[in-house]
């Protein structure tokens, strides 16, 4: 049995590389040879394969009848009893006799064909294996090492030498590498093609950020900070909604950390995205609002039925509220799914006593010229009673004209 245990040992090593396991290589060593048995005899049904995958040993035997001489009618199945006599001189007929088989009867041509025939079926073993395996990984952070850099992908070698791709339009913009640099990237997704698992990886998934906070930040990996939604345009900007279920937690200080230490490593992981951590909200002004961080907002008025919010600010503050860009104002549309328009606040002009002279009694309004107040809002700044203390106007009077210059500005 020596071609056998050459045959078997070789595949022993293959297996061991290719990492499948020994119940399933089993199976699949008897099942070739029982293909190769039912090729030569016609069934494989009086045979016994047995294998011992410790040693890389395997052994077939054939079990036969005996029956007496010249009564023979299927050799495969029957042995004569002159025959069985030769390998023991107790038998008698009707007893069951186990010989081995000799891997070299089956002769070189059927010996080759199982071969391939074995190479073929690991082969597909482990192709399913590392489908499997990388189809559990999805979501899940790798490293791996940069082994080759085309202009269209990147092809990196886990630990295990399985080949994984990272296509440019899953890099980050900013990114660069070259052969034998780690790499760190989110497992995307798992496709068979021609019948060969290709495994994509993304760095610019929102779950590749979503498991590096996981990461640094051990209040969301134990669940007492969840993260609601995280949007980002790769390698520029990125909006992290948080929320925390522990009063006494404080979601963005956390995940932020101490002097931005949780977040430096992320911010360096992602080439320097800025990434703004924001406390979620279910009110959704509010939200906009934080979403819009740093501009200060005067107001905002909200359309739900076409998820669209108009948000007023001060001159000052528009160009903060859109970002570099428009980067702030992009996110903040994608992280709290309105379409937000931006105004500035018109500041309403002042208008001058004299041009309501159509209204007020010229002699009013030089009462009112006469204690400092020349326009409309100068007069409305001050309270009821000081204008009648001030003017020596009845308070009728001044109820008038000050309904009058109140209409102006409505």
């Not at 009707?94 to 891997?103: F, K």
């Not at 630990?159 to 339009?169: Q, V, W």
């Not at 522990?246 to 992320?266: E, F, H, L, T, W």
Request: hydrophobic fraction near 40%.
């Amino acid at each position: 049995m020596e071609k056998n245990l050459n045959l078997i040992s070789n595949f022993a090593e293959f297996k061991e590389l290719k990492n499948i396991d020994k119940t399933t290589m089993i199976g699949v060593l008897e099942d070739v040879f029982r293909h190769l048995l039912v090729k030569t005899y016609e069934t494989d049904e009086n045979f016994d394969v047995i294998i011992n995958p410790e040693k890389g040993d395997l052994e077939i035997w054939r079990n036969r009848t005996i029956v007496g001489d010249g009564e023979v009618e299927n050799p495969n199945t029957q042995i004569s009893l002159s025959e069985a006599k030769k390998l023991d001189e107790t038998y008698e007929v009707g007893e069951e006799v186990a010989d081995q088989i000799d891997l070299s009867s089956f002769g070189r041509r059927a010996v080759l064909s199982l071969r391939q025939n074995l190479a073929s079926r690991i082969l597909d073993l482990e192709k399913a294996s590392l489908f499997a395996k990388y189809s559990e990984k999805v979501g899940e952070v790798v490293t791996g090492e940069v082994y080759q850099v085309w202009k269209k992908e990147i092809l990196v070698l886990d630990d295990e030498n399985n080949e994984l791709i990272l296509p440019k339009s899953e890099q980050i913009p900013s990114d660069f590498f070259r052969k034998g640099d780690n790499i760190k990237a989110i497992v995307s997704k798992v496709e068979m093609r021609n019948n060969t698992p290709v495994i994509i990886l993304s760095r610019t998934a929102p779950e590749f950020l979503e498991r590096l906070f996981e990461a640094e930040v051990p209040e969301i990996f134990d669940g007492l900070i969840t993260i609601k939604k995280i949007v980002r345009i790769p390698g520029e900007r990125a909006k992290v909604a948080v929320e925390s279920y522990d009063d006494r937690i404080d979601p963005v200080g956390a995940c932020v950390g101490m002097k931005g230490s949780r977040i430096y490593s992320i911010v360096k992981e992602l080439r320097n995205e800025n990434i703004d951590v924001v406390n979620w909200t279910a009110n959704t002004q509010l939200l906009i609002q934080r979403a819009l961080n740093p501009a200060k907002i005067s107001s905002i008025t909200l359309d739900e039925a076409k998820k669209t919010a108009s948000v007023y600010l001060k001159q000052s503050e528009v160009s903060l509220a859109i970002g570099r860009g428009g980067l702030n104002i992009r996110l903040a549309n994608m992280l709290t799914g309105y379409d937000i328009d931006v105004y500035r606040d018109v500041e309403e002009e002042d208008v001058d006593l004299d041009e309501f002279t159509d209204e007020i009694d010229q002699w009013i309004i030089d009462a009112f010229k006469a204690i400092g107040c020349d326009t409309a809002k100068s007069v409305l700044e001050l309270s009821a009673e000081e204008l009648v203390r001030r003017t020596d106007l009845e308070e009728e009077t001044i109820a008038e004209v000050v309904a009058i210059l109140r209409s102006e500005f409505e």
